[in-house]
């Protein structure tokens, strides 16, 4: 009885787990949708979500980060625990995207394309703490997608392809759409302008796979 009971309460937080990881991601970009509204001054085509954190209200933003990476962490753990050890760098990648997020939140970005009000719209000047910031964001960004790559071949291998096409799907739009990003938040005059609608499709191209991966695993039974 009571090994039936330690499965139990370990199978109850290996589902807990996988629910804040299916949750990180709408929760992230319900919050910065719903941030954005608030800023008269704030243009989500063109802007960063990173910039919501800076200005009066820009503890909404880091506390969105910081949440988004305890979520992602915990999500990290569950695909691990559900696993049993399999796919331990897809799940150590997602893990690795939960202390990028959190490092985000210590490490705001530098203003960029007119935000917050004054800011020149030239090219950015980089601080320390504006860099550190984008390193933050490669864990983020590059490891959900080569988690996404390396799911969507683990898939085609065992002739699961419509998870290896949503996978590699997303892993692509992520890549794509985030270079577009970079290129327009560099002041890329054909990019600048839409820099931020790009950025918020790679965000939901690879929150979302993240999302859809534990939600998967939530409804697969566990591996022993």
Same mark, same amino acid.
């Given at each position: 009885?009571?090994? =039936?009971?330690?499965?139990?309460?370990?199978?109850?937080?290996? *589902?807990?787990?996988?629910?804040?990881?299916?949750?990180?991601?709408?929760?992230?970009?319900?919050?910065?949708?719903?941030?954005?509204?608030? *800023?008269?001054?704030?243009?989500?085509?063109?802007?960063?979500?990173?910039?919501?954190?800076?200005?009066?209200? @820009?503890?909404?933003? #880091?506390?969105?980060?910081?949440?988004?990476?305890?979520?992602?962490?915990?999500?990290? &753990? +569950?695909?691990? &625990?559900?696993?049993?050890?399999?796919? *331990?760098? !897809? =799940?150590?990648?997602? +893990?690795?995207?939960?202390?990028?997020?959190?490092?985000?939140?210590?490490?705001?970005?530098?203003?960029?394309?007119?935000?917050?009000?004054?800011?020149?719209?030239?090219?950015?000047? #980089?601080? #320390?703490?504006?860099?550190?910031? =984008?390193?933050?964001?490669?864990?983020?960004?590059?490891? !959900?997608?080569?988690?996404?790559?390396?799911?969507?071949?683990?898939?085609?291998?065992?002739?699961?392809?419509?998870? @290896?096409?949503?996978?590699?799907?997303?892993?692509?739009?992520?890549?794509?759409? =985030?270079?577009?990003?970079?290129?327009?938040? +560099?002041?890329?005059?054909?990019?600048?302008?839409?820099?931020?609608?790009?950025? *918020?499709?790679?965000?939901?191209?690879?929150? +979302?796979?993240?999302?859809?991966?534990?939600? &998967?695993?939530?409804?697969?039974? &566990?591996?022993?």
């Amino acid at each position: 009885m009571h090994a =039936n009971l330690t499965r139990s309460a370990s199978s109850r937080l290996t *589902r807990t787990l996988l629910g804040c990881g299916a949750a990180a991601g709408p929760l992230f970009v319900t919050v910065f949708v719903a941030e954005g509204l608030q *800023r008269r001054d704030y243009n989500a085509m063109r802007q960063p979500v990173s910039a919501l954190a800076l200005g009066p209200r @820009g503890f909404v933003q #880091t506390a969105n980060f910081v949440v988004a990476g305890t979520l992602f962490l915990g999500g990290a &753990r +569950g695909l691990a &625990r559900h696993s049993s050890g399999r796919d *331990r760098l !897809v =799940n150590a990648l997602i +893990g690795g995207a939960g202390a990028g997020l959190l490092a985000a939140a210590l490490f705001p970005t530098d203003p960029v394309s007119g935000y917050p009000p004054g800011t020149a719209t030239a090219a950015p000047s #980089t601080t #320390t703490t504006g860099t550190l910031h =984008n390193l933050a964001s490669l864990p983020v960004f590059m490891g !959900v997608t080569a988690a996404a790559a390396l799911s969507a071949l683990k898939a085609i291998r065992r002739a699961d392809y419509a998870w @290896g096409a949503y996978s590699a799907a997303s892993a692509v739009t992520a890549l794509t759409t =985030n270079g577009l990003a970079g290129a327009g938040f +560099g002041q890329s005059a054909r990019l600048v302008n839409v820099a931020g609608l790009f950025q *918020r499709v790679a965000i939901i191209a690879a929150f +979302g796979w993240v999302s859809v991966v534990c939600a &998967r695993a939530l409804g697969l039974p &566990r591996s022993r």
